[in-house]
């Protein structure tokens, strides 16, 4: 894994999860975003259509976006899994400390709008990106080619 990429995004300000339709359609979200460890950690509602298709397919692509979903960087495969209570509580906690009082007022208004029903997606980036290894067995997941 790329130790370096994994900092950039989680110090990042937004980072844009790209998950599949069940037909394969892919759909950018932007989310918060915050380092766990050897993984990124997001807070998003339950019943959200993310949820869904990450429940469906668990390979992604992350990136570094604006507030809109613009991308600012190339994107990057990974895998997404939704963690236990536990994990997303700790997630909640690293978004408040690193957003500060817009992450508090978010968190907040997530509480009261939802009643709570918020989980966490661990985000864990594919060791091969970097174009070595696995991508010369298959198509890059990101340029859809075959290295040599």
Do not use: F
């Not at 130790?3 to 110090?11: F, R, S």
């Not at 937004?14 to 599949?20: A, D, E, F, K, N």
């Not at 976006?65 to 990057?76: A, E, H, I």
């Not at 709570?116 to 990101?142: D, E, M, S």
Request: net charge positive; aromatic share 4%.
């Amino acid at each position: 894994m790329n130790d370096t990429l994994l900092e950039q995004l989680g110090a990042g300000k937004y980072m844009l999860i790209t998950s599949y339709r069940k037909n394969g359609t892919p759909v950018s979200t932007p989310v918060w975003v915050v380092r766990d460890g050897d993984t990124l950690g997001v807070r998003t509602p339950a019943d959200s259509w993310k949820v869904k298709r990450i429940r469906a397919r668990s390979d992604i692509l992350v990136g570094p976006c604006d507030l809109r979903g613009n991308p600012t960087g190339d994107p990057v495969p990974a895998t997404a899994e939704i963690t236990d209570a536990a994990t997303g509580a700790r997630y909640r906690s690293l978004i408040a400390r690193k957003y500060g009082i817009v992450g508090r007022l978010m968190i907040l208004d997530s509480w009261l709008r939802r009643a709570n029903r918020t989980l966490g997606i661990r985000v864990r980036l594919t060791p091969h990106h970097g174009h070595a290894g696995a991508c010369r067995k298959r198509p890059c997941q990101v340029t859809g080619t075959r290295q040599r």
